[in-house]
């Protein structure tokens, strides 16, 4: 177990690029040198400043800054406790009416933790393709799963034109380590080369399921209407489009968009009000913390803050130019891989604040909320990219390592 004080960033902070399996470079663009990510040790951490910056609404951008920002609330200490290790994990959920913690690998396995630390993995998932940020992605509890076991699972699929991501429902038997009824309820389309920017995290709320599908390293594709590639998506729970989506009136795709203009969403959460929130690995820099709200387009790649590998500009977010910027950014990259939003007491400061999991950055950033504005971000040194972050029954937040041997992380009040 070590503690941790936290660190109030204020200053520019220079990270690799977004890399390895959490980020790739666009076909045609050189790769960043990979980085390695060292075990976590049980150093006391330094203060380090800030790449964070957050981002006003776009008729904003170009007034005199503000003096006006949320209150700061009351932030705290912690201890990590380290348990079990993974291979490649990706996704965890706490399974509702039980002790269980439910963890996907990429590599294909989805596994049973219990609050004794017994791992068991579950029989019966679906086959996967696995290949650069492609296999097995992430893993929810349907609204009926205390009655029934009915689960959400996304995984990659390989096909006709290449590969594409996918999502389906099946039943969990918790007791007996058994996944059946595997069924497909959508599709990206279209499938095409390559082994990247899947995205495919999920989230539901109320009678809509919410999926994120990334632009494959293909860009263009996100501002098109007759494909689904760099879309947040907004489904019923059989994975059909919602009937009062905003582009009904467009192509078949574009009835199942929420928001377009995407490059790879890694994570979804809803706030207590409902909004929802999403966390972007954007190019070399520019990614960012996105309110998500119906009919909008995000930019993806007509507008970034970051730049495209090997130099070549981007137009940054600027007012009037048809795009929803940011309500926060990073450039240099910290590539988060997910994101979770805090509705705990046992971390009462932190109560509604957004926290993303860093893969290049390799460290866990708070971004306080207050209602539709980011505050000054909050981060943490963690020595291991941070593949998945969530919040547990009792308010613990849990981190999942990313990589060979990734290790589960519980962080308590200190």
Not at 82 to 90: D, M
Not at 102 to 117: N, P, Q
Not at 143 to 155: C, I, K, N, Q
Not at 180 to 185: A, E, L, Q
């Amino acid at each position: 177990m070590r503690r941790l004080a936290p660190l109030v960033l204020t200053a520019a902070l220079s990270l690799a690029a977004c890399t390895g399996p959490g980020d790739q470079p666009s076909p045609g663009q050189p790769a960043p040198t990979p980085d390695t990510s060292p075990n976590i040790t049980t150093a006391v951490a330094s203060p380090s400043p800030s790449s964070a910056a957050p981002s006003p609404d776009a008729s904003e951008a170009v007034s005199p800054p503000s003096t006006e920002s949320p209150t700061v609330p009351e932030t705290h200490e912690f201890t990590i406790t380290e348990h079990e290790s993974f291979t490649n994990p990706w996704a965890l959920e706490f399974l509702p009416g039980t002790d269980l913690l439910a963890i996907t690998e990429r590599t294909g396995a989805l596994k049973l933790r219990s609050a004794d630390g017994t791992v068991r993995e579950v029989t019966g998932a679906p086959e996967v393709a696995v290949a650069g940020q492609g296999g097995l992605g992430d893993v929810i509890a349907g609204p009926t799963f205390e009655a029934d076991g009915t689960v959400y699972l996304s995984w990659v699929e390989r096909g006709d034109g290449g590969s594409g991501a996918v999502v389906g429902t099946a039943t969990l038997d918790a007791e007996a380590a058994t996944l059946s009824n595997v069924t497909k309820i959508w599709t990206q389309t279209p499938k095409v080369g390559g082994d990247g920017h899947f995205s495919h995290r999920l989230a539901i709320q109320g009678e809509h399921l919410f999926v994120s599908s990334g632009d494959r390293q293909k860009m263009d594709p996100a501002q098109e209407m007759d494909n689904t590639l760099g879309k947040v998506l907004r489904l019923t729970l059989d994975g059909q489009p919602a009937p009062d989506n905003p582009f009904q009136e467009d192509a078949p795709a574009a009835q199942q968009f929420w928001s377009m203009g995407h490059r790879n969403v890694l994570g979804l959460a809803f706030d207590a009000d409902g909004r929802l929130w999403a966390s972007e690995m954007g190019p070399e820099g520019g990614d960012e913390l996105n309110l998500i709200k119906p009919g909008l387009n995000y930019g993806w790649p007509a507008a970034s803050n970051g730049s495209h590998y090997g130099g070549g500009e981007i137009p940054d977010h600027a007012a009037g130019d048809g795009f929803e910027p940011p309500k926060a950014f990073w450039t240099p990259s910290i590539s988060p891989g997910s994101l979770m939003i805090y509705q705990g007491d046992l971390f009462p400061g932190w109560k509604g604040d957004a926290f993303l999991g860093a893969l290049s950055g390799e460290r866990l950033v708070r971004v306080p909320l207050d209602g539709e504005v980011a505050g000054t971000p909050e981060e943490w040194p963690m020595g291991a990219r941070i593949r998945a972050v969530e919040e547990g029954p009792d308010g613990a937040i849990w981190l999942l390592q990313d990589g060979e041997g990734g290790k589960l992380l519980e962080l308590r009040p200190a």
